[in-house]
């Protein structure tokens, strides 16, 4: 890389991070902005309450709708409740008694207008969290609002009320009056009221609703998108179970998360199913969750095993409505799954505290959140802390699955390390294997160069002793025993420089030809034959090539056929010649037959029979057949039988080359 | 008179030849020299009927002279003399122009046998050569085509009896013709050779190692 691109990725890298550190500057700006001016909205910590009995009427919209608006009856009156105030359960019940009498509360607070009060202004009453079924408020005696078109979720909406805009004259005292209808066995709360202008307060309730509704949907949005993510690379790669486990993981915890944000059915049938589902995802976002830490960490644990699967029946089965007391277990289901939770997260600590991975301590610190979040949770609707809080459940998903993604992401980058580093190795051990390879060629090469050499001079060495070497060894010998004609030296000469034509001719290309090659023979001694008045016939078939018939054989097959053509010419008085070559099965027979006088078998074998030996030996060396058959009187008939195919390489006599082969593997390997 | 030059760098055979050619009648020796610069200089005023030239001159290769009398003379019969008479130099002097080959060591009556063969219109040939003759001007398969522009049907034929080692007498008797025509059909076919490789001719004698000294 050259310095202007490194100058200009650094100048990049500080422009990163001023803009970073702008943005978190701008946030932490907003957000610790002073959500109201004191001066000109106030926060009631204490009310009149008054709490009367109302008839009883069926759990909806309409029954709702009755008892808020029934004209009131005797009441108990507190003139000063301090807010926040919870008013606990008395008694509580797991199932539901349809005939208890409901309870309405009613909270009264006089509202000063201030002397800045702009003309035209709404008055707004805004309580951050209440429970209880439904509730009504009145400014000034006029009902201005009430939640009863989503009432089931007045667990987890702000109490926002706003007056039409009206002309309130500075030092007016206003009448606020807040009624919440309830069943005494579950108790109501209402946390502080503040009231003022609307101007006022819209930051403070855009906030809230932020926190309480828009980023919990978010959440739902987000786990479905890495759900999706999930489980494309589960579709591509069905064995990596991991993703699947996330898959489902997602989408169970985002069907949890839409009880946070999602409006109710008014009638209860709807309803308690609606609740049901969502709850029942609780156990099994346990289960997954654990079976996706067994991926990563495969310690196994039998009690795990089948005791989650076993859990999480049981608690589906007891939180959908069929047996009637679904219901009402809300509380105590949150109960028993935190404390399941809470056991696997102890389970989840101890395998990460016996060398777990990175992975697993980020997700043992997420799962702390959500089981710390659960149990905040579950205190908030339980009414024992921090009444005006919001849920914490929707944020701790996301915690966990953002350890999640941070395992799958540590999977990927150590996968691909991995196969960067085996293809590196691979690219490695290929060269070492190729340069290995390349020397192992060469070595052969050179074996092969020496064995070709050897073997050469080997032939050279024996063709020189066969022919040339013995004839003018002869002829020497002739001449220093001084009884040698001039006609006899020159036959001699010529016969040596015939043998020397031989060596040539064998060296010819014949490419397998038998043919050529005996034919070449006749081509050189057919003049001879014809000057000592023998007639030569000549019978040629159609011959297989003897892919074997190299220069070496070449040489054997002409020496066997000139040594038969010369003891014809020199001893058989013969004036008929017959050659035949012909295929015969998987041999080629090569056949000379003369009329001449012939010879004794034995006595010729006896008396030493060197010419016969010597063609047999020739025979022998091309894996061929030598027959001669003779007879005083009646000619001699030379019978060479030649394999097509030889099983085996030449029985050689370069045992050297030979061993310097065997050593080759030896060598390579 | 049948005119005949000879070209041979070794006294001896030098001799040799020129007694055996004296001792026919019907020949005479225009020229008889003993290196290739020689040779060339005699060529530029001389038409010989016939050239013996031995292919290892100690100046200029054998077949330079080939080609150069080829070109001059194309009506005089060219013979090299070989020790060997192996496939590379005569294959390598046919190319070059040559019709015909004779053995160094060949006995007398042989030689002029082949001088006058020559002089009839027919050639020798060696099996190897027929055969390797037979691939070259007809690449791939043993058996002819009709159609074939390089080599005749016949011609091929014959290079296949020849490369089997059947003589021209018995050839003749087989296809119905003389044996004299079966060499006239062996000197065609080196001309159509030698007319074939000119263009390639420096290229196939250097890959032979001829030029190459």
């Known amino acids: 890389m050259n310095i202007t691109s490194t100058s200009a990725l650094r100048a990049l890298h500080i422009m990163m991070a001023v803009l970073g550190l702008l943005l978190v500057a701008g946030f932490c700006l907003v957000l610790s902005q002073p959500a109201h001016n004191g001066v000109r909205w106030a926060r009631f910590e204490q009310a009149q309450l008054c709490i009367e009995p109302v008839q009883t009427a069926r759990l909806n919209r309409a029954g709702l709708l009755e008892q808020l608006t029934q004209a009131p009856t005797t009441a108990t009156c507190e003139p000063r409740v301090p807010l926040p105030h919870v008013a606990r359960a008395v008694g509580g019940k797991f199932v539901r008694d349809a005939n208890e009498p409901m309870q309405r509360a009613w909270y009264s607070l006089q509202y000063t207008i201030p002397e800045n009060w702009r003309p035209g202004e709404s008055l707004l009453v805004y309580s951050p969290r209440l429970s209880g079924l439904a509730w009504q408020v009145r400014i000034g005696g006029k009902i201005v609002r009430d939640n009863l078109d989503d009432w089931r979720m007045t667990w987890n909406r702000p109490l926002v009320a706003r007056s039409a805009p009206s002309q309130f004259a500075p030092g007016e005292q206003v009448a606020i009056e807040l009624a919440i209808v309830f069943e005494p066995a579950r108790g109501h709360s209402l946390s502080r009221v503040s009231i003022g202008p609307a101007s006022t307060l819209a930051n403070t309730l855009a906030k809230r609703h932020y926190l309480q509704e828009t980023l919990p949907f978010a959440s739902i949005l987000m786990l479905l998108a890495m759900g999706v993510f999930f489980f494309g690379f589960w579709w591509a790669r069905r064995a990596e179970k991991a993703h699947l486990l996330l898959t489902c993981s997602c989408v169970a915890w985002s069907i949890f998360n839409l009880q946070f944000v999602l409006p109710t059915f008014d009638e209860a049938r709807f309803s308690d199913w609606y609740r049901g589902l969502t709850s029942l995802t609780v156990p099994w976002i346990i289960w997954l969750v654990y079976l996706f830490v067994l991926q990563i960490d495969r310690r196994f644990s039998r009690l795990f095993a089948f005791g989650m699967p076993a859990y999480v029946l049981l608690m589906s089965v007891l939180v959908l409505p069929i047996f009637g007391l679904s219901a009402d277990v809300g509380l105590v289901y949150q109960a028993v799954n935190t404390a399941v939770s809470a056991l696997l997260i102890l389970r989840v600590f101890w395998l990460a505290a016996r060398g777990g991975s990175l992975e697993l301590r980020v997700i043992c610190a997420a799962f702390l959140f959500g089981v710390v979040a659960g149990a905040h949770d579950i205190a908030v609707m339980a009414q024992r802390f921090d009444p005006e809080g919001i849920f914490w459940l929707p944020y701790a998903s996301l915690a966990v699955f953002g350890a999640f993604l941070f395992a799958v992401q540590r999977r990927y980058v150590h996968a691909i390390d991995q196969h960067q580093q085996l293809s590196d190795s691979l690219a490695e051990r290929l060269a070492a294997r190729e340069r290995e390879l390349q020397a192992n060629q060469q070595r052969l090469l050179e074996l092969e160069r020496a064995h070709v050499l050897a073997d050469e001079r080997q032939r050279l060495m024996r063709d020189m002793h066969d022919g040339l070497g013995s004839t003018l060894t002869a002829s020497l010998v002739m001449l220093e025993q001084g009884n040698t004609s001039p006609r006899e030296l020159e036959n001699v000469l010529r016969e040596s420089i015939d043998d020397l034509r031989t060596v040539i001719d064998s060296l010819e290309p014949v490419d397998g030809e038998l043919a050529t090659l005996l034919a070449t023979l006749r081509f050189r001694l057919g003049r001879r034959l014809e000057a000592a008045g023998i007639e030569l016939q000549w019978e040629m078939h159609d011959l297989p090539p003897l892919r074997w018939l190299g220069p070496p054989q070449a040489l054997q097959v002409m020496r066997i056929v000139q040594e038969a053509l010369s003891n014809i010419l020199k001893h058989s008085a013969a004036t008929h010649v017959h050659l035949s070559a012909r295929a015969l099965g998987t041999a080629i027979e090569v056949r000379l037959t003369d009329n001449g006088r012939g010879f004794d078998m034995s006595s010729a074998l006896q008396a030493g029979g060197r010419g016969l030996r010597n063609l047999r030996r020739r025979a022998a060396h091309l894996q061929a057949e030598l027959n001669v058959v003779s007879e005083i009187g009646s000619g001699t008939t030379l019978c060479l039988l030649l394999p097509v195919e030889r099983a085996t390489a030449e029985p050689s006599s370069h045992q050297g080359s030979n061993a310097t082969l065997a050593r080759l593997p030896a060598a390579v390997s | ?213």
């Open chain 2, 1 to 213: 008179m049948t005119k005949i030059m000879i070209v041979e760098d070794d006294p001896a055979f030098l001799n040799r030849f020129c007694r055996i050619v004296m001792s026919e009648p019907q020949f005479e020796i225009c020229a008889a020299v003993g290196n290739g610069t020689a040779a060339l200089e005699t060529l530029m005023h001389t038409a010989p009927d016939v050239l013996l030239v031995d292919l290892d001159l100690p100046d200029i290769s054998g077949i330079d002279i080939i080609r150069e009398t080829a070109q001059r003379y194309p009506q005089t019969d060219i013979m090299v003399v070989t020790v060997f008479g192996d496939e590379r130099h005569v294959l390598a002097s046919i190319e070059a122009g040559a019709t015909g080959y004779l053995l160094k060591d060949s006995l007398p009556d042989e030689f002029v046998g082949l001088i006058h063969q020559l002089r009839a219109g027919g050639s020798p040939i060696s099996p190897v050569i027929a055969r390797v003759l037979l691939r070259q001007l007809r690449p791939g398969g043993r058996i002819p085509p009709v159609d074939n522009t390089k080599l005749s049907g016949r011609e091929a034929e014959i290079l296949a009896f020849i490369a089997k080692g059947f003589s021209s007498s018995e050839i003749g008797k087989l296809l119905s013709i003389s044996a004299h025509t079966v060499t006239a059909h062996v000197k065609k076919i080196y001309q159509k050779l030698a007319v074939h490789s000119r263009g390639e001719a420096v290229y196939e004698a250097t890959k032979l190692g001829l030029l190459a000294r």
